[in-house]
């Protein structure tokens, strides 16, 4: 019973006839059957025709009433108000009772409290409180000027869905876009389509984000880049904020140096302009673009600082570069741009080609002309292994305080140990037949190398060496003092710069690629949420029109 009753009143509700359009003030009244069969014609004296309709009141110079089908031509300086908060003119509104729906032609403008509207046609449904336009548009607020080809407004959300064309013009930067949600209130945009947004200091592009107008922040999370500070921020998802001077990217990430050639991959990044630097975390990996050569430098975590012509690449924590030929490893690297000067700290563990070399510290130098790796230092307790190439149970050996290397063309040339110098050589003739191990001490050695092996050996100052057979020289003798092969830890490819943890590591779900947020939702939540980050950016221009009104709510 209480089914039937329910469904008798909703069935009662829903055939209720619509209510009529109502004259408030006639005028001039006329018929012209020929032309207008059935209507009333009013004209304006010296004051408007007049009509009313379930709140909204219409004023024009000459009216063309339909009774019958309770519908209205408005024709000369038409004004449309719905209560106080919605104002409407055109040259001509064409306004049907029924569903409350009026046409509106001829420099239409539409305002309220928070925006005014420009257009030459605009729909107005008074039912959903929408209107709509389709022949481009212009809306104004006290932030932006907005225009597209095609426009709804809703105006209980105070919210635009723009489409085709989308042009935002405020002083501080310019957005384009295909499509976009904008918030009246909140001066908040959601884009859906390709977007550009151009302020003095970046570019952002990307096919779906968020951005604050009133304070330039936001993010992106398809197909985002950001060309900040120099840089290129390329990421699954990238946030921008201009008040902080920061930018940050989360999930394959790409940060390209414009200026110095180099490119950050991460999973998570930052970028600081006030301090220009770059901060990188979770499979990490620094690459500086070189002639047919690229050097890669891998950290648990990345920092690049300075301006350009001084940048410093710090790798900390398990860090490793590989470069062809040329790899190696310890626990943090530090590289200047200024100096040419990249230093190993801490055990620190190179291989050029299949030799490997070891000491308390280690400096590789750069020419600051043409970038190019020009000398090499192993300071105190420098140790060059390499496998004998020909017995593979063999390791040739040197060692000595200190040991400089020339590179010429990227590629070791020359090896100079000195003081307390030592070697233990394995001697082929040509037919790789072994000639003898020799062992000799000296004050300094020279190493020539070819092709990333020995070439020649040069004993300096008294040399005091014998060359065994191999039967005359007992292995316990065949090495020297010191001596420790990690030749399973060697770096052959740029890939095993990762370790396992690197190549296992679990990215964080984007919020809203794989599952479209709920933008209407999103925004009431945003608004009445005090700790929302975005909402908290410091901004001295402007001030948030929803802080202002939180003491009245």
């Not at 309770?70 to 408005?74: G, Q, T, V, Y």
């Not at 008294?462 to 060359?467: A, K, M, R, V």
């Given at each position: 019973m209480f089914f039937f009753i329910s469904f008798s009143i909703f069935?009662?509700?829903?055939?209720?006839?619509?209510?009529?359009?109502?004259?408030?003030?006639?005028?001039?009244?006329?018929?012209?059957e020929t032309e207008y069969p059935g209507a009333s014609i009013f004209s304006k004296d010296e004051r408007q025709v007049q009509f009313e309709h379930q709140g909204a009141d219409l004023w024009c110079d000459v009216a063309i009433y339909f009774q019958r089908e309770?519908?209205?031509?408005?024709i000369g300086n038409v004004l449309l108000k719905q209560g106080d908060s919605v104002e409407m003119t055109a040259k001509k509104i064409n306004y049907q009772g029924d569903v409350k729906l009026a046409k509106a032609w001829g420099d239409v403008v539409l305002t309220n409290a928070d925006m005014t509207l420009k257009t030459d046609t605009l729909r107005l449904d008074r039912i959903n409180q929408e209107a709509y336009y389709q022949d481009n548009g212009t809306v104004i607020d006290s932030a932006n000027t907005l225009t597209s080809k095609i426009g709804r407004y809703f105006m209980e959300l105070k919210k635009y869905q723009f489409l085709d064309s989308v042009h935002i013009k405020n002083p501080e930067y310019i957005l384009d876009s295909e499509q976009l949600d904008y918030y009246t209130t909140s001066k908040n945009a959601y884009m859906y389509g390709p977007s550009t947004?151009?302020?003095?200091?970046?570019?952002?592009?990307?096919?779906?984000?968020?951005y604050d107008t009133k304070v330039e922040s936001g993010y992106g999370i398809k197909n985002t880049k950001i060309n900040y500070n120099n840089r290129i921020v390329e990421g699954d998802s990238v946030y921008f904020n201009k008040a902080r001077e920061f930018a940050s990217a989360t999930n394959n990430i790409t940060v390209t140096d414009t200026i110095n050639n180099g490119v950050i991959r991460a999973h998570y990044a930052e970028v600081h302009k006030a301090k220009d630097s770059v901060f990188a975390t979770k499979r990490a990996v620094s690459i500086l673009v070189q002639e047919l050569d690229s050097l890669y430098v891998h950290g648990d975590t990345l920092m690049v600082t300075g301006k350009p012509e001084a940048r410093i690449t710090r790798a900390f924590r398990n860090a490793k570069f590989y470069k062809k030929d040329l790899s190696g490893k310890c626990d943090s690297i530090h590289s200047e741009e200024n100096t040419g000067i990249t230093q190993l700290i801490k055990n620190p563990i190179i291989w050029n080609g299949a030799n490997q070399m070891t000491g308390d510290s280690i400096h590789l130098i750069s020419n600051l002309e043409t970038e190019k790796l020009d000398s090499l230092k192993v300071l105190e307790n420098a140790f060059i292994v390499s496998l004998d190439s020909i017995s593979k149970t063999g390791y040739n050996q040197a060692k000595g305080i200190n040991l400089y290397g020339q590179f010429i063309e990227n590629e070791l040339k020359i090896i100079d140990l000195v003081q307390n110098t030592e070697v233990v050589y394995y001697m082929y003739n040509d037919d790789d037949e072994l000639i003898g191990i020799d062992k000799t001490v000296c004050s300094s050695i020279r190493i020539t190398m070819a092709n990333n092996d020995v070439e020649d050996l040069t004993f300096y100052t008294?040399?005091?060496?014998?060359?065994y057979t191999e039967a005359n020289l007992p292995e316990n003798s065949r090495i020297l003092k010191g001596f420790l092969w990690r030749g399973d830890e060697r770096i052959l490819t740029k890939e095993d710069i990762f370790d396992e943890d690197d190549n296992n590591i679990e990215l964080v779900t984007i919020r809203g690629i794989d599952n479209p947020i709920d933008i209407d939702a999103e925004e009431e939540e945003r608004s009445q949420n005090e700790n929302d980050p975005v909402n908290n950016i410091p901004n001295n221009k402007v001030t948030d029109p929803r802080k202002k009104s939180s003491s009245k709510q």
């Open positions: 069935c009662q509700e829903n055939t209720e006839e619509p209510k009529q359009i109502n004259i408030v003030y006639g005028a001039n009244f006329t018929k012209n309770n519908r209205l031509e408005a947004i151009v302020g003095e200091t970046y570019k952002i592009y990307c096919e779906r984000g968020f008294n040399p005091d060496g014998t060359i």
